[in-house]
T-cell receptor, first 113, second 112 residues
Framework: KNQVEQSPQSLIILEGKNCTLQ??????????LRWYKQDTGRGPVSLTI?????NTKSNGRYTATLDADTKQSSLHITASQLSDSASYIC????????????FGRGTSLIVHP | DGGITQSPKYLFRKEGQNVTLSCEQN?????MYWYRQDPGQGLRLIYY???????QKGDIAEGYSVSREKKESFPLTVTSAQKNPTAFYLC???????????FGDGTRLSIL
């Protein structure tokens, strides 16, 4: 069964600090991995998308890494801001003709001033 | 401005009532999806449609129904058979398979 596990479940950090969120998956055959940010009461918004051949992708202060051999990904947030408080969701898709992704449960990040 | 519009933002259902959630997109995407989000759980797929007049059941389709008569629209009906409908419902679209899904801002459904 395709699964995506995220850790930690929740995280509290001080503004200006860095943090790293983890994602482990058992999806096969792997197509791509995406990280989304979801603000409370809103829909998820894409941060990064990585295919098998990519091992790092940046989007401003967000940097995602992918190790396809160990089936692990991380999302690193640099110099956190209050607006980074949100849920971060890891999503993995399989290589098929249709797009039916598998979602992780998300990591809830709270940034305190 | 291209995007996905979900309405209403909040919806209340009475016992035995069917309610319909609207999802409209102007992104010209072929594929559309409905997800249910409960606290502490990942998004779960209810139904998806890859082309007009065709749709497929997802993991939790029981108690729900959909239609896809137009490319722009993919309404979701929560029927009285869905005994635990309280949740946050998200509509999404996909164009090319190597591009991210686009999501609406959701409808929060509660029981009266």
């Amino acid at each position: 069964k395709n699964q995506v596990e995220q850790s930690p479940q929740s995280l509290i950090i001080l503004e200006g600090k860095n943090c790293t969120l983890q994602c482990n998956y058992t999806v096969s055959p792997f197509s791509n991995l995406r990280w989304y940010k979801q603000d409370t009461g809103r829909g998820p918004v894409s941060l990064t998308i990585m295919t098998f051949s990519e091992n790092t992708k940046s989007n401003g202060r967000y940097t995602a890494t992918l190790d396809a051999d160990t089936k692990q990904s991380s999302l690193h947030i640099t110099a956190s801001q209050l607006s980074d408080s949100a849920s971060y969701i890891c999503v993995v898709s399989v290589l098929t003709l249709s797009y039916i992704p598998t979602f992780g449960r998300g990591t809830s990040l709270i940034v305190h001033p | 401005d291209g995007g996905i519009t979900q309405s209403p933002k909040y919806l209340f259902r009475k016992e035995g009532q069917n309610v319909t959630l609207s999802c409209e997109q102007n992104l010209n995407h072929d594929a559309m999806y409905w997800y249910r989000q409960d606290p502490g759980q990942g998004l779960r797929l209810i139904y998806y449609s890859q082309i007009v007049n065709d749709f497929q059941k997802g993991d939790i389709a029981e108690g729900y129904s959909v239609s896809r008569e137009k490319k722009e629209s993919f309404p979701l009906t929560v029927t009285s058979a869905q005994k635990n409908p309280t949740a946050f419902y998200l509509c999404a679209t996909t164009g090319r398979l190597d591009q991210p899904q686009h999501f609406g801002d959701g409808t929060r459904l509660s029981i009266l």
